[in-house]
């Protein structure tokens, strides 16, 4: 089946805790990204990348990071989360000029 | 830049009841358009799409239609099912070239609540 995993679905972590969430594709994507959802804000993008060893910041980057080793993984990086970090956060993929993006179920994470 | 605008919510509809979405769009060039749905506990499903001027998606009987003059791309079902309760969330994707980013700039999403 098709799909794109994240881990954790949810998370609590105190202000200054590295944490790392991971995406994975299975769908040979060239293309992935994360975004943040916040109420009344929509879904914006945070970082994206068109292959492996190429990222680049989205419109909100601060504070994260992403690496892209392998074309199936796109981990999220908060080196030193802070509490405006708490959100919701998709992963998504998709081909190269491909109209459809995948999403992953979303993590819910808190920062205290 | 690019930007999305959808009907603040939430919407509450009685089963069998038309439904309107209403999504208007600011981008320059040619972008694709896209509804996404978001069913409690749930990712992010592409609804239905439209990539030119005129184009009218369509899925599970809602439909929207791609109309440029008006820069609209308005969400219809003309019954709606209480399996239909979601957040709906229109998005568009500038026209890019081979090596530009591929983002979605979304609206701020409706929550849609069907009642029997």
């Known amino acids: 089946e098709a799909q794109v995993t994240q881990n954790p679905r949810y998370l609590i972590t105190v202000t200054g805790k590295k944490l790392t969430v991971t995406c994975s594709q299975n769908?040979?994507?060239?293309?992935m990204s994360w975004y943040r959802q916040d109420p009344g804000l929509g879904l914006r993008q945070i970082y994206y990348?068109?292959?492996?060893?190429?990222?680049d910041k989205g419109d909100v980057p601060e504070g994260y990071k992403v690496s892209r080793k392998e074309k199936r993984n796109f981990p999220l990086i908060l080196e030193s989360p802070s509490p405006n970090q708490t959100s919701l956060y998709f992963c998504a993929s998709s081909t190269l000029g491909g109209t459809e993006a995948f999403f992953g179920q979303g993590t819910r994470l808190t920062v205290v | 830049g690019d930007s999305v605008t959808q009907m603040e919510g939430p919407v509450t509809l009685s089963e069998e009841a038309f439904l309107t979405i209403n999504c208007t769009y600011t981008a320059t060039g040619y972008p694709s358009l896209f509804w996404y749905v978001q069913y409690p506990g749930e990712g992010l499903q592409l609804l239905l799409k439209?990539?030119?001027?005129?184009d009218k998606g369509s899925n599970k009987g809602f439909e929207a239609t791609y109309r440029k003059e008006t820069t609209s791309f308005h969400l219809e079902k003309g019954s709606v099912q209480v399996s239909d309760s979601a957040v709906y969330f229109c998005?568009?994707?500038?026209?890019?070239?081979?090596?530009?980013?591929?983002?979605?700039?979304f609206g701020t999403g409706t929550r849609l609540t069907i009642i029997p």
């Open positions: 769908m040979n994507h060239e293309y």
């Open positions: 439209a990539t030119k001027a005129d």
């Open positions: 998005a568009l994707r500038r026209a890019i070239s081979n090596f530009g980013n591929e983002k979605l700039t």
């Open positions: 990348s068109m292959n492996v060893e190429v990222t």
